[in-house]
């Protein structure tokens, strides 16, 4: 009886990573910027109600000394919503300009991926600016110091330390599993970059 084997490799975890990546920092991105906009728009109408509400106590404070109170108040919540709609105008431009920025942590990855053994498995990757450490699973012992040499020799990485060694289970083909932790060079940090649109 024949059986069918499928041979086409599936995407790896690094694959999913950098394709979900982008996605949820736009979505992210624009959910901040609807919630800001949103805002905005809220402060802005409620700031043109005052404004009109001021200038009906401002006709009326003629006929009455009592109004100058609440007109001095109004001014003052006016005052207020005014530097709040300019704190969340300048908050959206801040955001705006930062939207088509991002960060190339996904070089980072690349590299990792491009140098690490098919019997390994990531799961998970840890990186700040200045460094992070590779969690996962090894078949065979032998790869955990390839895996280190490789990245010390790419001019990237710094102070490559094999952490952590432990066999998960108990029988002899179980693997093992490991923490590698790296610096980044000074002048190799991630930094923000332009994404330029296509």
Do not use: C
Request: no cysteine; glycine share 6%; net charge neutral.
């Amino acid at each position: 009886m024949l059986q069918r084997i499928n041979l086409v490799p599936g995407f790896s975890a690094t694959d999913h990573l950098r394709r979900l990546m982008p996605l949820l920092l736009t979505v992210t991105l624009l959910l901040i910027a609807a919630v800001l906009a949103g805002e905005h728009w809220w402060l802005q109408k409620r700031n043109a109600l005052l404004v009109k509400e001021i200038t009906i106590l401002e006709t009326a404070a003629g006929q009455s000394e009592e109004l100058q109170g609440s007109i001095q108040q109004l001014n003052a919540q006016a005052e207020t919503l005014r530097s709040e709609v300019t704190m969340t105008a300048d908050q959206a431009d801040r955001l705006a300009g930062h939207f088509f920025m991002k960060p190339d942590f996904a070089d980072i990855l690349t590299e990792i991926g491009q140098v690490m053994p098919s019997s390994m498995r990531i799961d998970k990757i840890t990186i700040n600016r200045d460094g992070g450490n590779i969690e996962g699973q090894a078949l065979h012992y032998q790869d955990l110091p390839q895996l280190a040499d490789k990245l010390r020799r790419n001019s990237r990485f710094t102070s490559v330390l094999t952490k952590e060694i432990d066999r998960s289970g108990e029988a002899a083909d179980s693997p093992f599993r490991f923490i590698i932790t790296f610096q980044l060079q000074s002048d190799k940090r991630p930094t923000m970059r332009l994404q330029t649109k296509s």
